[in-house]
T-cell receptor, first 116, second 117 residues
Framework: GAVVSQHPSRVICKSGTSVKIECRSL??????MFWYRQFPKQSLMLMAT?????????EQGVEKDKFLINHASLTLSTLTVTSAHPEDSSFYIC????????????FGPGTRLTVT | AQSVTQPDIHITVSEGASLELRCNYS??????LFWYVQSPGQGLQLLLK??????LVQGIKGFEAEFKRSQSSFNLRKPSVHWSDAAEYFC???????????????FGQGTILTVHP
């Protein structure tokens, strides 16, 4: 089946630094990928839709200058958290739709970001 | 705006017992509905989905869900729970094609399932 990977699985960074998270579709191509954020014991919140070859679409309230998304190829999307602060600590999850339907999304295992 | 509510944050059942996880949604039209399961260290896995047609849908791992329009509900059920079913379960609703948020999934808060031996 379709597999989505994320790297790294965990990252700790200091406040003020930037960190990049990669999302890859391993055995299929994805022109669209989705980035979610999940706070402890809370739901997944869609942050943005990553589009290969064009700009990402951000959800209301998400700072596009802070959360930079680049969909570099049909199998790779990256999320860069710039000038990270402790409140950015969270679980970041990406997903990519399969071939049959945009709603048949395959999720990565997530990246735990801790900002100290 | 669409929304999803899972009233139960945490449910505990004994192995072999039946299970029902509740999900209520708010949406202007007939929604696309989903149940996902999240296990530690693994990505969300789709259990089942409802797009149209038969309101009782069968999924993987012995799960089923019933769409009830009159109650705006899409409850997940399993007749006999196994210890390996312990995980967190998310109900989600998808924006219909043609909307401005095509492909967007809105998730409920999740229900943590604990299974006692």
């Amino acid at each position: 089946g379709a597999v989505v990977s994320q790297h790294p699985s965990r990252v700790i960074c200091k406040s003020g630094t930037s960190v990049k998270i990669e999302c890859r579709s391993l055995d299929f191509q994805a022109t669209t990928m989705f980035w979610y954020r999940q706070f402890p014991k809370q739901s997944l919140m869609l942050m943005a839709t990553s589009n290969e070859g064009s700009k990402a679409t951000y959800e209301q309230g998400v700072e596009k200058d802070k959360f930079l998304i680049n969909h570099a190829s049909l199998t790779l999307s990256t999320l860069t958290v710039t000038s990270a602060h402790p409140e950015d600590s969270s679980f970041y999850i990406c997903s990519a739709p399969g071939l049959t339907s945009i709603y048949e999304q395959y999720f990565g295992p997530g990246t735990r970001l801790t900002v100290t | 705006a669409q929304s999803v509510t899972q009233p139960d944050i945490h449910i505990t059942v004994s192995e072999g017992a039946s299970l029902e996880l509740r999900c209520n949604y708010s949406y202007g039209a007939t929604p696309y509905l989903f149940w996902y399961v999240q296990s530690p260290g693994q990505g969300l896995q789709l259990l089942l989905k409802y797009f149209s047609g038969d309101t009782l849908v069968q999924g993987i791992k012995g799960f089923e869900a019933e769409f009830k329009r009159s109650q705006s509900s899409f409850n997940l059920r399993k007749p006999s729970v196994h210890w390996s079913d312990a995980a967190e379960y998310f109900c989600a609703v998808g924006e219909l094609a043609g909307g401005t948020s095509y492909g967007k999934l809105t998730f409920g808060q999740g229900t943590i399932l604990t299974v006692h031996p």
